[in-house]
């Protein structure tokens, strides 16, 4: 090993990726600062203080900000588009049932070790996937995913098959809806601010760099593989954690949170909330959960919605919800106004007319 | 023997009604670079369609109800193809996935409306139900009449792909899109027929099969899946590819039910994980430019 | 026919190429197309026939206003447009080539047909079975040239034509140009080989950074040292010393 890799920290230095996304002046990142601080504050009155059937459904939409987030340290930030999250998310949830369930391990351990197992489960899972790009690679996570969910399905010994795993794995503590509400939201709030590190440290620059220009990265001497690698098991670490937590609301799991139209969800909730803001993802989940669970109270039509509102958002604003907010901003600011959804539509459309 | 003959007919048939799903979700792949998840739809629309049209009564109705089914769900693809897929071509996979999903979604619903949330199903026509006897071993007729039309699609593929100028010219847009229009082809054009050329297909695959499924909802999601793991084992826009990868996928299929039931049905995923690690680009695709 | 570019401004992604370019090929016209890698004679073409949207300026054959329009409109118009390098398709045969690119074009008769291209290219003839895929550079360049003549075009952009070609191949290519040239077809030859270019046109153009900064006989834009320092040719005394590499 004649040669070292350089550290991230002078390859963003020389790739000249700003240092922090929190860029602009400091009264507009207070603003942004308070902004998060009183929508937190708002989340957490309101889930203490809705009735409990909706504070609960409300602990799912957090909890589910947390894989969407996740997910897009691959997907918005690493340029992967990956349908199989869900194996993850999918593993945090049976690490906690089957551990009750086995009486093997209880509660606790089990929260603090799923998301571990996520984290060992992506290691392998990543070195296969990642030797495809691009399409490849979604195609293969997708059928790894469905793999994930066929063996869940049919190892009834193991898993309970079809039926999954119900009962009281969940300690009597955490039943009252405000407090596990509590409990999801803190754990939800430390997983995202450690991911919000994590995207914007030197190795979360990198992984920007990488999405946008492999080839000059990897002649930076930069191993470009074990920079995705590690982003891949990360994702899959924070999905797991994701996975124990949808325990905590549900007290069950069960195959189709593995499948790939679950591995989809946090696809879909990234792509409406604009995958290139780090929040974007935390407008999605919201936007997706109440679409899909207080829509379906009013209209069966439900998947009619989603679906329009998904190819709404792909067809007309490529950046999300995130991104759109961002050009209004700008263009209330008069400065430019819809520069930015401009460039980032497709760069050439050899196709010809719209 | 017998045992031997009933698993290879079932094998081939269900390779068979594997293969002309998967021939038009490669096709509309190789020659327009769109991978389409709402692929599968046309497969549980062409489904219904027949359920609607043959009604109860077996034996010619039948027939017209698949020639309706396919003719019906071609005219849908088109429709999905200038509302929602040429906005995509040539855009990031990402863009053709979620677009095309949520066409799966709204068609999905649509579906609901249509037909409900209940099974259908439609009995075999006459002529071609019940069994025969081969060897001892009593096979299924209709299996014979799946496998006479994935052959004749593949026939009738093989044709347009080799000998005629239409084929030529998809082969042409699978070689290079840009060089075709700046030679004087309306791109657009040939990615309408061809798209609905691949609902066609899926629709027919969806049509032929509904004497031995039930046809319900959710159809739609587990046929893509099917269809997207034989056209990435082929290696995407091959149709030869698809053929091999579809007889793999029946024969992974019917061999891990004799192995182990419990685990018969991972074995086409271990299939195709195995085939994308050692060949990223399938069997017979090319690697991606 | 006659082309007329006024003024176009093409963009990629957010890169100004192409800032304000005019040009004139008129009929039977063989008009170079100098400058450097990257000083926008590829995407001046492509703005031409259509791959580019020009986000302004116009383009028009014969007056006809071609801005905006599809990519085939030109190919049917009579505009066959030949781009660098291997560009064939690669699965078809040679004859099969060669018929895609008629049906490509079916409103367009003349004299060309397949036989009178064989008769051009004999060696095609010969390889009218083989994959095109595997000919080699000089029997793709024939091919190149043959799916654009079977649509009976009225001109042809040429873009880099002697990019990657031997010596003996380039000196064919040159006695192509001039054939086709006295069939009365107008031709815009893009070229970083100044010594091909300057062999077969009369006039040319020298664009620079998106620019067109010079425009004139190709006697003038040789014996301008300047002008030829644009193009990265040495000052030598010999013009036939090869093409400069750049």
Same mark, same amino acid.
């Given at each position: 090993m004649a040669r070292t890799a350089p550290n991230d920290a002078a390859v963003a230095a020389v790739l000249g990726?700003? !240092? &922090? !996304? !929190?860029?602009? &002046?400091l009264a507009s990142r207070v603003g942004r600062a308070a902004a998060l601080v009183a929508f937190v504050a708002l989340v957490v009155v309101l889930g203490l203080t809705l009735a409990p059937a909706n504070a609960l459904e409300l602990q799912y939409a957090v909890s589910l900000t947390l894989f969407a987030v996740a997910t897009n340290l691959i997907l918005g930030f690493g340029g992967l588009v990956s349908f199989g999250q869900g194996i993850f998310y999918g593993v945090g949830a049976y690490t906690v049932a089957l551990g009750w369930m086995h009486q093997s391990l209880n509660f606790t351990e089990a929260m603090v070790l799923a998301p571990f197992f996520g984290a060992v489960a992506a290691i392998p899972l990543g070195m296969l996937a990642l030797r495809t790009r691009r399409l490849y690679f979604s195609l293969l996570t997708l059928t790894m995913s469905q793999l994930a969910y066929v063996i869940a399905e049919n190892q009834t010994n193991l898993t309970g098959g079809t039926n999954g795993v119900f009962g009281a794995m969940v300690p009597t503590w955490l039943l009252d809806p405000h407090t596990s509400f509590l409990f999801t939201a803190a754990i939800v709030a430390v997983a995202i601010a450690i991911l919000w590190k994590v995207v914007h440290s030197p190795f979360g620059l990198v992984l920007r760099a990488i999405r946008d220009n492999r080839e000059r990265v990897e002649a930076l001497g930069v191993n470009v593989y074990a920079h995705e690698l590690a982003a891949f098991v990360i994702s899959a670490f924070f999905c797991s954690l994701a996975g124990s937590l949808f325990v905590v609301y549900s007290q069950s799991s069960y195959p189709e949170i593995l499948n790939w139209t679950a591995s989809g969800v946090p696809v879909f909730m990234a792509v409406i909330g604009g995958m290139y803001s780090f929040f974007g993802p935390v407008v999605g989940a919201f936007v997706y959960e109440f679409a899909s669970h207080y829509l379906i109270e009013y209209t069966q039509d439900w998947q009619l919605v989603i679906g329009a509102v998904l190819l709404a958002i792909v067809l007309l604003r490529p950046d999300g919800l995130a991104g759109s907010l961002g050009s209004l901003r700008a263009w209330l600011r008069r400065r430019r106004p819809v520069e930015q959804a401009t460039v980032a539509a497709a760069p050439e459309n050899a196709e010809g007319t719209p | 023997m017998a045992r031997f003959l009933t698993e290879t007919i079932g094998t081939l048939s269900d390779a068979g009604s594997l293969f002309v799903v998967a021939a038009g979700l490669t096709l509309v792949f190789g020659a327009m670079r769109v991978i389409n998840l709402a692929h599968g739809t046309f497969y549980m629309y062409g489904a219904f369609v027949v359920t609607t049209v043959a009604g109860t009564a077996s034996g010619l109705r039948f027939w017209v109800a698949v020639v309706v089914a396919a003719l019906v769900v071609a005219v849908l693809g088109a429709i999905v193809q200038l509302g929602v897929v040429r906005f995509v071509v040539g855009k990031e996979p990402l863009t053709q996935l979620v677009a095309t999903f949520a066409v799966l979604y709204i068609l999905a619903d649509v579906a609901l409306h249509l037909w409900g949330s209940g099974a259908r199903s439609v009995s075999a026509p006459l002529g071609v139900s019940g069994t025969f006897t081969l060897a001892g071993a009593y096979l299924p007729v209709y299996d014979l009449v799946i496998i006479g039309t994935a052959v004749l699609v593949g026939l009738v593929l093989w044709l347009l792909l080799s000998h005629t100028s239409l084929g030529w010219m998809i082969r042409a847009a699978v070689d290079d899109p840009e060089l075709l229009q700046s030679g004087g082809v309306n791109l657009r054009r040939l990615h309408l027929a061809v798209f609905a050329t691949g609902a066609l297909l899926a629709a027919l695959a969806g049509a032929i099969v509904t004497p031995q499924i039930s046809v319900a909802p959710g159809m739609d999601q587990s046929i893509i899946v099917s269809s997207l793991l034989v056209v990435v084992i082929g290696g995407l826009g091959s149709v030869v590819g698809t053929a091999f990868a579809a007889l793999i996928i029946g024969i992974a299929d019917t061999v891990g039910t004799l192995v182990d039931p419990t685990w018969a049905s991972t074995f086409m995923y271990f299939a195709v994980i195995l085939v994308l690690v050692v060949r990223p680009w399938g069997l017979f695709g090319t690697p991606e430019r | 026919m006659r082309l007329e570019v006024r003024d176009v401004h093409s963009y990629y992604g957010a890169s100004h190429i192409l800032q304000g370019v005019s040009l004139t090929v008129e009929p039977g016209e063989v008009v170079a197309l100098l400058g450097r890698n990257g000083a926008g004679k590829t995407t001046l073409m492509r703005s031409i026939v259509g791959l580019v949207r020009p986000r302004a300026g116009s383009v028009q054959i014969d007056g006809v206003e071609l801005t905006g329009a599809p990519t085939y409109r030109a190919a049917r118009a009579g505009l066959a447009f030949l781009p660098s390098g291997r560009r064939v398709f690669s699965s078809l045969s040679v004859a099969e080539n060669l018929e895609v690119a008629r049906r490509s074009c079916p409103r367009r008769t003349g004299s060309w047909n397949a036989e009178r291209i064989y008769g051009l290219f004999p060696k095609l003839e010969q390889l009218s079975r083989r994959t095109a895929g595997y000919l080699s550079g000089g029997e793709q360049q024939m091919l190149k040239i043959g799916r654009a003549l079977i649509t009976n075009p009225e001109m042809l952009l040429l873009d880099e034509p002697t990019e990657g070609l031997a010596p003996a191949v380039v000196d064919e290519l040159g006695e192509w140009v001039e054939m086709l040239s006295r069939e009365s077809l107008s031709i815009l030859l893009a070229e970083q080989s100044a010594t091909f270019a300057r062999a077969h046109s009369t006039r040319g153009y020298l664009l620079e950074k998106g620019r067109i900064r010079f425009e004139g006989s190709m006697e003038r834009i040789w014996d301008s040292p300047e002008l030829r320092s644009a193009l990265g040719i040495a000052a030598r005394t010999a013009p036939e010393a090869g093409p400069a590499a750049s």
């Open positions: 990726v700003p !240092a &922090s !996304a !929190a860029t602009g &002046s | - | -």
